[in-house]
């Protein structure tokens, strides 16, 4: 089969960039003395994540244990959930999690930690904890002031062991302006392990020094002392990554296939794609680009979209025919891969391959 025979939308993936974006990512990450345990939210697919686990990543992230859990099922059994788990059933989800692998969970506080312990207790399971240090989003994760009597409460309870520290550090801050994703990482970098080195004085066995985001990921793995980074957006890139620096345009590998709709003026066409197919949760202002997705190929940028329909503004020199395609790069890959139910893999016009989107929906 060739990509004409695919029906529209379509998310495809470059197999070929695929392949060199896992591979490029961890030689830099292992060349930089750290591990690279890759955020699986981007392709909730355990197809693409056996790739990455073949290629040396450690093991994986995710933010929800039913999105684990799918990954888990499909047998990777080292899993970091970098979200704070909160309320019975979860600790109870988590729980009965941590017996079929090695289950890290994050944990921001008390509350969380002793609704874990009494589920671990409760079940005969061991779950291992890193405390999430609040890192400028303020968004969840503890002080450095706080960490300390956090790590002493976790230290404390039955069923938990206490096994690191992470934060998720954007180049966003809300009321500020952005910084440089080097700036953000070394930032992050040095507060982390400034943090470890804190906690480990005062006696708290702290192994792993977590750092996250693509944007940063490669500069905070180079801080001495960061154990580990957890990049996603990496194995596929978008036009926000790409904007921001952490890849180059020519390596974005996943593309949605569009057809032409409509041509209701000489610098506008419609495609069959909308909000149902792109996403839009990041403002387009925000990250400074034109619009939800960019042409792969041409000057012709996502301006504005409906459910259905997409209104795509086009540069000078690009005038598709109603019935020609297009393939863009969305400006966010993690929200549009989550709105589809399969990837088809393709080396150069002949499809190879299809990644389920498995973990898709999976938000509890």
Not at 133 to 151: D, P, Y
Not at 195 to 207: K, N, V
Not at 303 to 313: D, I
Request: glycine share 10%.
């Amino acid at each position: 089969m060739t990509i004409d025979e695919l029906d529209t939308p379509c998310l495809l993936i470059d197999l070929d960039r695929l392949e060199s974006n896992i591979a490029t990512w961890q030689a830099r990450v292992t060349a930089a003395g750290s591990t690279l345990r890759p955020h699986i939210k981007t392709h909730k697919s355990p197809l693409i994540a056996r790739r990455q686990m073949e290629a040396g990543a450690v093991g994986i992230t995710a933010a929800k244990l039913s999105e684990a859990e799918v990954f888990v099922d499909a047998g990777i059994t080292d899993v970091f959930v970098a979200y704070p788990i909160m309320g019975p059933l979860k600790w109870r989800h988590a729980a009965a999690l941590a017996q079929r692998c090695r289950l890290i969970v994050g944990v921001d506080s008390v509350v969380g930690a002793r609704g874990l312990s009494a589920a671990a207790v409760a079940a005969g399971s061991r779950i291992l904890v890193r405390v999430e240090i609040e890192a400028g989003l303020g968004r969840s994760g503890v002080t450095a002031e706080r960490a300390a009597a956090l790590c002493d409460e976790v230290g404390r309870l039955p069923g938990l062991e206490l096994e690191g520290i992470f934060a998720y550090r954007s180049t966003f801050f809300p009321g500020a302006a952005q910084l440089s994703a080097a700036q953000a990482a070394a930032d992050e970098g040095r507060m982390l392990v400034a943090i470890a080195e804190a906690l480990r004085a005062a006696g708290h066995p702290i192994t792993s020094v977590s750092a996250g985001s693509t944007p940063t990921a490669l500069g905070a793995a180079a801080v001495p002392g960061v154990t580990e980074v957890r990049p996603g957006t990496y194995v596929f890139g978008d036009a926000m990554m790409a904007t921001l620096g952490a890849l180059r345009h020519d390596d974005i590998a996943l593309s949605i296939l569009c057809t032409v709709v409509s041509r209701p003026a000489t610098d506008r066409a419609t495609i069959d794609g909308g909000s149902k197919t792109f996403g839009g949760d990041i403002p387009p202002a925000m990250v400074g680009l034109p619009g939800y997705a960019c042409a792969m190929r041409g000057d012709a940028w996502l301006e504005r979209m409906s459910e259905e329909h997409g209104v795509v503004r086009l540069g000078p020199g690009t005038d598709p025919a109603p019935g020609a395609r297009l393939a863009f790069a969305p400006i966010h890959v993690c929200t549009t891969v989550n709105l589809s139910d399969v990837l088809v893999g393709v080396r150069g016009d002949v499809v190879a391959q299809c990644f389920p989107v498995a973990a898709r929906g999976k938000r509890e």
